[in-house]
């Protein structure tokens, strides 16, 4: 029999966190749904040990722990989309909890589409711990079809959403590590499936949030700057590739080449960058030339702020 979903959480220090989490992964369990929990642990050294013994020996859940070396939270990806047995994957962070009977929702939606061929999972709602409202804004219908890209550059929808993905499709997938930098944007590899698949979208909550001051959400910018190869490579990988970046609507073409610009400044100087943006794709050719002087607008900026 086959595995349903795989809950992947990736863990740094945040031993404290998992209980919560684990109730909610309890809350769950039901004859009807088969999940694994998967944690990565990025070289933790707080005592999680006692917890992950506990767990085990409940013998509630299908739990496999895996402890590696500080590489950030995309090489934990790395293992994760490699073990993966579930039909979808979810990336749920040790601050997240899922919401009640969540799984069963997200299980009778998909039985109907996984035979779909041109569908990449489902995304859901978060909602905030604290307040138990939607984190972010709705989707404009419910249900839609839509991207990734679509639904933060076309229909301008912010905030973070719960994202089930057919797990065939993250497999042969890998985020590239690199040694002087440990931080690298998701999209580098879920923005990818928009060229080619849509999401199922519902404002059905499936999670919550609860954002660390310490936590990715809240050190975006500031890690942006500290790791622009992976930034340069979020907007690369879309800019190369016309299904992707004719999804963005109206100036948000501009915001990727802007940005692309940015990044390469921030990872190369100011010469190697110009070089390089020059040899991007073209396919939107006043973005691309606006772009230029706006990337090193804001590549002045930061440095000047910094």
């Known amino acids: 029999m086959g595995v349903d979903f795989s809950i992947c959480t990736p863990v740094f220090n945040r031993a ?14 039901d004859e009807n749904i088969s ?16 917890f992950i013994s506990m767990v085990k ?4 859940l299908d739990i496999k722990y ?12 790395n293992v994760f989309f ?26 009778g939606i998909w039985q109907p589409l996984a035979l779909r061929k041109d ?37 301008n929808m912010k905030g973070d959403r719960c994202d089930f993905i057919r797990t065939s499709l993250l497999q042969d997938k890998s985020f590239p590590v690199y040694a002087d930098e440990k931080f690298m944007p998701e999209a580098v590899i879920t923005v990818l499936f928009d060229a080619d698949y849509k999401y199922y979208c519902t404002n059905l909550a499936f999670k919550e ?9 809240n050190t975006y910018a500031a890690l942006a700057m500290n790791n622009p190869k992976g930034m340069v490579l979020r907007f690369e990988v879309i800019l190369n590739n016309y299904d992707l970046i004719k999804l963005p609507a109206g100036l948000n073409k501009l915001k990727f080449y802007g940005n ?38 804001l590549a002045v900026l930061d440095k000047i702020k910094k």
């Open 57 to 60: 020996a409940e013998d509630k």
């Open 209 to 217: 949030i609860e954002y660390q001051a310490d936590g990715l959400t």
């Open 35 to 50: 999940f694994e929990w998967l944690i990565v642990d990025d070289g933790s050294s707080d005592d999680i040990a006692a």
């Open 82 to 107: 490699a073990q993966a047995r579930g039909e979808l994957t979810l990336i749920l962070d040790s601050d997240d909890k899922l919401v009640e009977g969540a799984l069963k929702q997200v299980k």
């Open 16 to 29: 404290h966190l998992l209980p919560r989490l684990y109730s909610s992964l309890l809350l769950n369990i």
């Open 260 to 297: 692309y610009m940015r990044y390469l400044i921030h990872r190369s100087g100011f010469f190697a960058a110009y070089k390089a943006y020059f040899n991007v794709a073209k396919f939107f050719k006043l973005s691309w030339f606006a772009g230029c002087f706006i990337g090193s607008a």
């Open 66 to 77: 895996i402890k590696k070396a500080n590489e950030g939270k995309h090489s934990c990806m």
């Open 119 to 155: 569908i990449a999972g489902v995304i859901g709602l978060c909602l905030d711990m604290a307040t138990q409202k939607p984190s972010a804004q709705c989707f404009v219908n419910d249900p839609m079809e839509s991207t990734l890209l679509e639904n933060a550059y076309k229909h």
